[in-house]
């Protein structure tokens, strides 16, 4: 199995701030024994560019990318940044590469979306064949893929080192398990919210699953994990809500996280939902920690 550590942090939140905190908070975030850090790219900081300032600013914690979408640049230049980041920082950087959503690639970028399994298979051919004319890393690039159905995790598991399935449940991590294959990383992400009231918990969680509930991959992903139609309408079901953020104690955290690992995770990427999008929940990533890392 490659080593990457069990836990690492999911987060939107260091985007949201001055470089000049994020870099502290990133610090501060392997401090606390998070193994990884995992950052998004959609519409905010170039995610390679975001790595290599997070990198920079650590000492040996891995940063992830979760993901970088396959339309935001040739194949060429996703392989040649990896292999930069892989030689200057070897062994820390893990890359997730994923379909994103057809809005973004053609409504934001302008660009064509087209069969997600076919594009994302030819891209990695290309990857893999890309020249590289600089002074080339000494560890093997780490590639996950964005996968939640069954043909892309057979897909990740044949020419990927593993998959970061997002929006699963530990059932799904189960299955995924058994298409990847024993030594393949699996690393979903599993939202989190700390507090008992169930009202407020569930609208948190609403409030950040909201963009999520409308876009066709994820809808037909709830659909195979065993949800229906009328669970993904009006802002999710309780039921959904209840199932994909583990909310209430921290011991009732832990053990969501658990039953990923106990169904077959290797890593489970921990994302703390804020009860503000634009704030910093250092302390709460601190309780977190202990709760979890110890």
């Not at 908070?25 to 193994?35: F, Q, S």
């Not at 599993?190 to 009202?199: L, M």
Request: glycine share 8%.
């Amino acid at each position: 199995m490659t080593e990457l550590g069990r836990i690492g942090l999911w987060t939107f939140a260091l985007d949201r701030q001055p470089w000049s905190r994020a870099r502290e908070a990133a610090a501060e975030l392997e401090e606390m024994g998070w193994a990884a850090i995992w950052v998004p790219e959609a519409t905010n900081r170039n995610v390679f560019v975001n790595a290599t300032l997070l990198l920079g600013a650590t000492r040996s914690i891995t940063v992830a990318t979760g993901i970088a979408p396959i339309h935001n640049r040739d194949a060429m230049a996703t392989a040649n940044a990896q292999r930069t980041l892989d030689e200057a920082f070897p062994g820390r950087f893990l890359l997730g590469l994923g379909v994103s959503h057809q809005w973004l690639v053609e409504e934001v970028r302008g660009g064509t979306y087209t069969k997600p399994l076919s594009s994302m298979e030819a891209y990695l051919d290309a990857m893999r064949a890309a020249p590289f004319t600089a002074c080339a890393p000494t560890v093997p690039g780490r590639t996950v893929l964005a996968a939640l159905g069954p043909k892309m995790l057979a897909l990740a598991g044949r020419l990927a080192d593993g998959a970061h399935p997002y929006l699963t449940v530990p059932e799904h991590t189960a299955g995924a398990r058994a298409i990847l294959g024993p030594d393949k990383i699996l690393a979903p992400d599993q939202k989190v919210f700390v507090g008992t009231d169930a009202g407020e918990a569930r609208r948190v969680a609403r409030m950040h699953l909201a963009g999520y509930l409308t876009q066709p991959n994820y809808r037909n992903s709830f659909l195979r994990q065993g949800f229906a139609e009328e669970d993904l309408d009006a802002g999710g079901s309780d039921r959904l809500i209840d199932a994909i953020v583990a909310w209430g104690s921290l011991d009732d955290v832990a053990r969501r996280v658990r039953a990923h690992l106990d169904a077959g995770a290797s890593h489970v990427a921990v994302q703390l939902l804020p009860r503000d999008m634009d704030e910093l929940p250092m302390s709460g990533y601190r309780d977190l920690a202990a709760a979890l890392i110890g």
